[in-house]
């Protein structure tokens, strides 16, 4: 029989073999788009919550799904920034699943936040004389609580059904640790672990068929034409973007081919990558209020309007 290496409560992450000599210029690149996340998601939240025009239900759950973002990106690039620096690529078992727990809590807030943003933009456009009766600050409150609440909660069941699991290895072929990499190192029954895995997917698969059908009725019912576009086609780029990051890292997770290593990892950090950094951007280019804020932000020539207009 195999046997339980669990007390050794540290991980190899081995997807850092096929990086050899070129981990500088990876560290290089790390940072820089660690730093790049950082600031426009920053400044997103900033102009925000400083800005009182800003202080609607559409911002703020716009500003929710960025510090999600940061979340998310943190929990991925300061180990990985550690281990490019390193030659051990070691993660404790206590740090391996605090990088877990983070990236999946930003993994689960990014798909609710994106279905609560799509009840606001339905009761937006097909309800806009009811909207801030249904749409008070003590509904808003109560939303972003309920998308914590609930991201945290899948997030803590599925570290604890980990937990449980006897590890008869402690290699891990990523360059980060993961949900279904720490199972498959398991030499017990995983069979609770993949049917948890398979109840989360068909919980997010519907939130994905509930934004999309709701966008289709906006479609048809939507008066209003140009508002449709510069309100909730971010929201729909969004929430493209992060499904397809998320469909790969599945896919290749569960799926992968061995003989590509170094691409699987590139695909499987896809999903910590690219929206924590695309999510602004369009946000920022897309809506008017905030492209005018931020031209307001960077006037050097009367920066006070920023803070107090």
């Not at 992450?13 to 600031?39: D, H, K, M, Q, V």
């Amino acid at each position: 029989p195999a046997k339980n290496v669990s007390s050794h409560q540290q991980f190899i992450l081995n997807g850092f073999e096929e990086l050899g000599e070129l981990r500088p210029i990876y560290f290089a690149l790390a940072l820089t788009s660690y730093l790049f996340t950082i600031l426009v998601n920053l400044t997103l939240i900033l102009i925000v919550c400083l800005d009182k025009a800003l202080h609607q239900p559409m911002y703020v759950f716009m500003c929710n799904l960025c510090v999600s973002g940061v979340c998310g990106a943190s929990s991925f690039y300061l180990q990985l920034l550690l281990d490019l620096l390193d030659d051990a690529h070691i993660i404790s078992y206590a740090g391996c699943f605090v990088q877990m727990f983070f990236m999946y809590a930003y993994i689960f807030c990014q798909f609710t936040s994106l279905t609560v943003m799509a009840y606001d933009r339905y009761l937006a456009i097909c309800q806009p004389l009811r909207y801030w009766a249904l749409m008070t600050v003590q509904k808003v409150a109560l939303l972003l609580l309920l998308i914590w609440f609930l991201s945290l909660l899948e997030t803590a069941v599925g570290c604890i059904l980990i937990t449980r699991l006897p590890l008869c290895s402690h290699i891990i072929d990523r360059i980060f640790c993961t949900n279904w990499e720490v199972v498959k190192l398991s030499c017990s029954d995983t069979t609770a672990n993949s049917l948890y895995g398979i109840v989360l997917m068909f919980l997010h698969c519907l939130q994905i068929v509930v934004i999309i059908v709701s966008y289709v009725h906006l479609i048809r019912s939507a008066t209003d034409r140009k508002k449709f576009v510069q309100t909730c086609m971010p929201h729909l780029f969004s929430l493209l973007v992060f499904t397809v990051s998320v469909f790969f890292d599945t896919l290749y997770s569960r799926y992968g081919i061995n003989s590509m290593p170094a691409l699987q990892n590139v695909l499987a950090a896809e999903f910590l990558v690219v929206p924590p950094i695309v999510n602004p951007i369009i946000y920022g280019m897309n809506l008017q209020q905030i492209r005018t804020r931020i031209r307001i932000w960077f006037n050097l020539e009367n920066p006070q309007r920023a803070f107090f207009k």
